[in-house]
């Protein structure tokens, strides 16, 4: 007889993955060891069509959960990106694993919050409610009803456990995937080596890491270009370094030809080699000239 249980990758390229390790412990371990997984997954690169729907389901349910309890359906609002296709996954996760009650909940809470005015919909995000309410000023009713529902949605917790709910899902699951550290890590390399695409989903990632990166990045990444170094690790940042006599800040990074430091000053940044103090690469800023 097959309980769905299966510990070999063959034929499972999409299935739900579970540690080993978790199946077997509390409801929070087997959720959370979902969540590692979906984790590791959407890092190397994988993206959704390419993730079993299931562990997704299961993941923006305790997403959406955990939003909550942080600070209610507003929390959950500023933080689900693309909250029509993140609506759709908590939806049918809460449906799937029998969660009835905050499925109701969840579609209400839904249909209040997208009814709501700009201006209403503002001081329910910026906590307002709460400061109008101390301050004895009025609060509209529809904000109001926000925070009725965002109650509502704790007290339900006290008698449908989500989190317990969840884990019995995925426990039931007709197919499991149940792996250890090492076959893990080799299970994603196997789906991201099929990805047809990868060497520009990498290229794309890399671009939008770089329009995040602080500024010290950005310019230790150019000055490894100048000097033609691969740049594999900042380190720190060294408040207290001297140099020249002077304190100064110094950033710690290493490339594929060993360990560097990078100082500034208003007008140039240096790459320089921390024992000889040789500088391999110099960059000078460019500043918009006012008069232009």
């Not at 270009?225 to 060294?238: C, R």
Request: net charge negative.
């Amino acid at each position: 007889m097959n309980n769905g249980l299966s510990t070999s990758t063959s034929g499972t390229s999409n299935a739900l993955v579970l540690s080993k390790e978790s199946i077997n412990g509390g409801d929070a371990a087997v959720v959370d060891a979902n969540v590692d997984v979906v984790n590791a997954m959407y890092a190397e690169l994988l993206d959704v069509e390419e993730i079993a729907g299931n562990a997704l389901r299961s993941y923006y349910v305790d997403f959406y959960l955990t939003q909550c309890l942080e600070g209610g359906f507003a929390q959950y609002v500023f933080t689900a990106l693309g909250r029509e296709d993140v609506d759709a996954f908590i939806r049918e996760g809460l449906e799937a694993m029998g969660a009835a009650g905050h499925l109701d909940l969840f579609n209400r809470t839904v249909a209040a919050f997208d009814a709501l005015s700009e201006d209403d919909a503002d001081r329910y995000l910026d906590g307002d409610a709460d400061l109008g309410a101390d301050a004895g000023a009025e609060v509209p009713e529809a904000v109001q009803q926000m925070e009725e529902l965002d109650a509502e949605f704790e007290s339900l917790l006290e008698t449908e456990d989500i989190t317990a709910l969840n884990a019995a899902w995925l426990r039931g699951q007709e197919e499991l995937l149940l792996l250890d550290a090492e076959e893990l890590e080799r299970h994603i390399a196997q789906r991201v080596a099929s990805i047809p695409n990868l060497a520009e989903r990498q290229a794309e990632a890399e671009e939008d890491a770089l329009l995040d990166a602080p500024e010290f990045e950005l310019i230790i990444r150019e000055l490894c270009d100048v000097a033609g170094h691969t740049l594999e690790k900042i380190s720190m940042g060294d408040p207290n370094y001297v140099h020249n006599g002077e304190t100064t800040l110094a950033w710690h990074f290493t490339t594929d030809q060993g360990e560097f430091l990078m100082l500034e000053d208003d007008e140039e940044a240096f790459m320089i080699h921390p024992e000889s103090k040789e500088i391999v690469a110099a960059l000078e800023f460019e500043f918009e000239d006012d008069d232009a």
